[in-house]
């Protein structure tokens, strides 16, 4: 079955950077479009970054030029680059398929706070 593994989350100060990882496992991730979503506290699940199959990339516009998404077909490992993070980034970050049909993992905690 399915199973998606996100790490890499933690306490970072505005401006600084992290690097979330999805480790995937029963499905190909670079025969799928994969997205990293988010959800703070209170508010819906986001949708804020898509790789797909054919290698393009979308971001939702409060990242864009910060965040960068990216894939390693050997590991079967979706990436999220973040960097000049601001408080507003904090939640718990998930990836999944485009459409949320996956089995979702336990997400990682991303909070930027001074």
């Known amino acids: 079955q399915v199973q998606l593994v996100e790490s890499g989350g933690g306490l970072v100060q505005p401006g600084g950077s992290l690097r979330l990882s999805c480790a995937a496992s029963?499905?190909?991730?670079?025969?799928?479009?994969v997205g990293w979503y988010r959800q703070a506290p209170g508010n819906e699940r986001e949708l804020v970054a898509t790789?797909?199959?054919?290698?393009?990339?979308n971001y939702v516009d409060s990242v864009k030029g910060r965040f960068t998404i990216s894939r390693d077909n050997a590991k079967n490992t979706v990436y999220l680059q973040m960097n000049s993070l601001k408080p507003e980034d904090t939640a718990v970050y998930y990836c999944?398929?485009?459409?949320?049909?996956?089995?979702w993992g336990q997400g990682t905690q991303v909070t930027v706070s001074s």
């Open positions: 999944n398929s485009r459409y949320g049909s996956w089995p």
């Open positions: 029963g499905i190909i991730v670079s025969d799928n479009t």
């Open positions: 790789f797909t199959r054919f290698g393009t990339t």
